[in-house]
């Protein structure tokens, strides 16, 4: 098949008003899906058709396939889990990423994706605080960002110690202890295991979910010395609180420690004057990681992964073969670096290209913004939810995220069953400090003060339905049970 242009044409146009229909109905379809996966994998079940179809009817059968098994989670009033919107230039450049097609991680093959990743990356570096020769690596999430830094840690930490990682491996090297806050996110467990590092050593924690510096000394001295790493947090995704870098830092730092932070959207704070004090003494780690999918609101999927320490971050992930054309052979470790040296993919897409765009349409009065006016509208959900009466909001709301009980978990559980019910906003149900919780995440740029409004009238709605509820089963000598709900509750704590 010959690819003329405009083979692409009509399927590109149709995308097209698919897209914007999609985008069309965000303000008013309901934010959950209509439908659940089973129901739509009886409809999609069937062999594979023995002909081709057009690339057009493709297009069109995959739209409206899908159309009832979307959430709209680029609304406005979709709070749940932390996950961001599009930006419109975001979302735009990343379609051409697409088109581009380019294979991005040499430098010399496909200069201009390259240069506009570098281009962000400092753009992202000053806008964080964060030392200006740091390597910028665009990863798929904050997960794979979080493995960066910790895998950069672990061979530092292990060179430091004498022992060659790249040559032995793992096997018989001096042990590696990893210390974490007891509330981080669950995904630095799971890259401690990717890494062979097993089970951290957990830090108490303060009642907002911050590690407590004093119990971190504690147990780095009571650990002796040996190969160590500091995972600190910036955002928790409960109370939206950060670890007080500058003190944990400092304590990591006299027991010769690699420190990391995980900073998924917390990291943000860093880029508004109003928030920045929440994480002073930040820019003295070794690496951190963040995500560009939920703060700053390019499309799924893009991580940020930075290290103070090119050329360690670059022994870990460089590849050297013959075909591969390095950007600078003579001079290893400086200059920018090829964009593979930096991720663990060798092939992948230029995801930092939509990072561009969306700095480049926010430029700094913008960015500072979009972090302040997500605080802002979480400040007006907590407030407006104190309200509400039986509602108690349970964190000090000091970023983005509001953890409220409507009184018992059985009474949190059907108010969060109504409000999923009732579709007009969308927030999730979790676990904090063993009880049952509603929390809400602000982290879509076009959440306005109608959506807040919006969204504070359906939990109150939620509440009346559930004490009106209670009314009927108590005149009748009855008790309604809340049903297990997923996803709203997992089994676990929800900490996406
Ligand atoms: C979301 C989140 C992660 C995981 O990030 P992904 O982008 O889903 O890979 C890690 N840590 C924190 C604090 C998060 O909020």
């Known amino acids: 098949m010959s690819a003329q242009p405009d083979a692409y044409f009509e399927a590109l146009d149709r995308a097209l008003l698919h897209a914007q229909a999609w985008l069309?109905?965000?303000p008013s379809r309901p934010v959950g899906p209509r439908v659940d996966a089973d129901t739509l994998a009886a409809l999609?079940?069937?062999?594979?058709?023995?002909?081709?179809?057009?690339?057009?009817?493709?297009?069109?059968?995959?739209?409206?396939?899908?159309?009832p098994g979307l959430m709209a989670m680029p609304s406005g009033r979709f709070f749940g889990w932390v996950i961001g919107g599009t930006l419109p230039a975001a979302l735009a450049a990343d379609w051409l990423v697409t088109a581009w097609d380019q294979n991005a991680g040499m430098r010399f093959a496909t200069p201009a994706t390259a240069v506009l990743e570098e281009t962000a990356a400092g753009w992202l570096l000053d806008l964080l605080g964060l030392p200006p020769g740091a390597d910028v690596g665009f990863t798929t999430g904050a997960t794979m960002a979080n493995f960066v830094g910790l895998a950069a840690g672990r061979q530092w930490v292990l060179e430091q110690a004498g022992w060659d990682l790249d040559r032995h491996g793992l096997t018989g090297a001096p042990r590696v202890r990893v210390l974490v806050g007891?509330?981080?996110?669950?995904v630095i467990d799971l890259t401690l295991r990717y890494l062979g590092l097993g089970a951290p050593i957990v830090v108490d924690v303060d009642d907002e979910g911050r590690l407590?510096?004093?119990?971190?000394?504690?147990?780095?001295?009571?650990?002796?010395?040996?190969?160590?790493?500091?995972?600190?947090?910036?955002?928790?995704?409960?109370?939206?609180?950060?670890?007080?870098?500058?003190?944990?830092?400092?304590?990591?730092?006299?027991?010769?420690?690699?420190?990391?932070?995980?900073?998924?959207?917390?990291?943000?704070?860093?880029?508004?004057?109003?928030?920045?004090?929440?994480?002073?003494?930040?820019?003295?780690?070794?690496?951190?990681?963040?995500?560009?999918?939920?703060?700053?609101?390019?499309?799924?999927?893009?991580?940020?992964?930075?290290?103070?320490?090119?050329?360690?971050?670059?022994?870990?992930?460089?590849?050297?073969?013959?075909?591969?054309?390095?950007?600078?052979a003579t001079n290893e470790h400086r200059g920018p670096g090829d964009p593979f040296e930096k991720v663990p993919e060798l092939s992948r897409r230029?995801?930092?290209?939509?990072?561009?765009?969306?700095?480049?349409?926010?430029?700094?009065?913008?960015?500072?913004?979009?972090?302040?006016?997500?605080?802002?509208?979480?400040?007006?959900?907590?407030?407006?939810?104190?309200?509400?009466?039986?509602?108690?909001?349970?964190?000090?709301v000091v970023f983005?995220?509001?953890?409220?009980?409507?009184?018992?978990?059985?009474?949190?559980?059907?108010?969060?069953?109504?409000?999923?019910?009732?579709?007009?906003?969308?927030?999730?149900?979790?676990?904090?400090?063993?009880?049952?919780?509603?929390?809400?995440?602000?982290?879509?740029?076009?959440?306005?003060?109608?959506?807040?409004?919006?969204?504070?009238?359906?939990?109150?709605?939620?509440?009346?339905?559930?004490?009106?509820?209670?009314?009927?089963?108590?005149?009748?000598?009855?008790?309604?049970?809340?049903?297990?709900v997923t996803p709203p509750h997992p089994a676990t704590d929800d900490r996406a």
């Open 24 to 26: 069309a109905s965000l």
């Open 44 to 67: 999609s079940a069937g062999p594979l058709p023995p002909a081709p179809t057009s690339a057009a009817d493709v297009i069109d059968e995959l739209a409206s396939f899908a159309e």
């Open 182 to 186: 007891a509330e981080r996110h669950d």
């Open 212 to 328: 407590r510096p004093d119990a971190l000394a504690e147990l780095l001295d009571a650990g002796g010395s040996g190969p160590t790493i500091v995972c600190l947090q910036a955002g928790n995704v409960h109370s939206g609180a950060s670890d007080p870098m500058g003190a944990a830092i400092d304590v990591a730092r006299r027991h010769g420690a690699w420190v990391h932070v995980d900073g998924a959207f917390g990291l943000w704070a860093a880029a508004s004057p109003r928030f920045r004090d929440q994480l002073n003494g930040l820019e003295g780690a070794d690496s951190w990681a963040t995500d560009a999918h939920k703060t700053l609101n390019v499309p799924y999927d893009c991580g940020v992964a930075i290290v103070s320490r090119p050329e360690v971050v670059r022994r870990v992930f460089g590849v050297h073969t013959s075909y591969l054309i390095a950007a600078d």
């Open 350 to 396: 230029a995801r930092g290209v939509p990072v561009w765009a969306a700095l480049r349409s926010l430029g700094r009065t913008g960015t500072i913004a979009l972090v302040d006016g997500l605080a802002a509208n979480a400040q007006a959900l907590a407030d407006g939810l104190r309200a509400i009466p039986g509602v108690e909001v349970l964190n000090q």
């Open 400 to 484: 983005t995220q509001v953890c409220v009980s409507f009184g018992s978990d059985d009474r949190t559980r059907l108010v969060t069953e109504q409000l999923i019910a009732d579709g007009s906003a969308w927030m999730s149900g979790s676990r904090w400090h063993d009880r049952d919780i509603l929390r809400i995440s602000v982290s879509n740029w076009s959440t306005d003060a109608a959506d807040v409004a919006l969204s504070l009238a359906a939990v109150a709605r939620a509440c009346a339905a559930v004490n009106a509820e209670g009314a009927a089963h108590a005149a009748a000598g009855t008790v309604r049970d809340a049903t297990p």
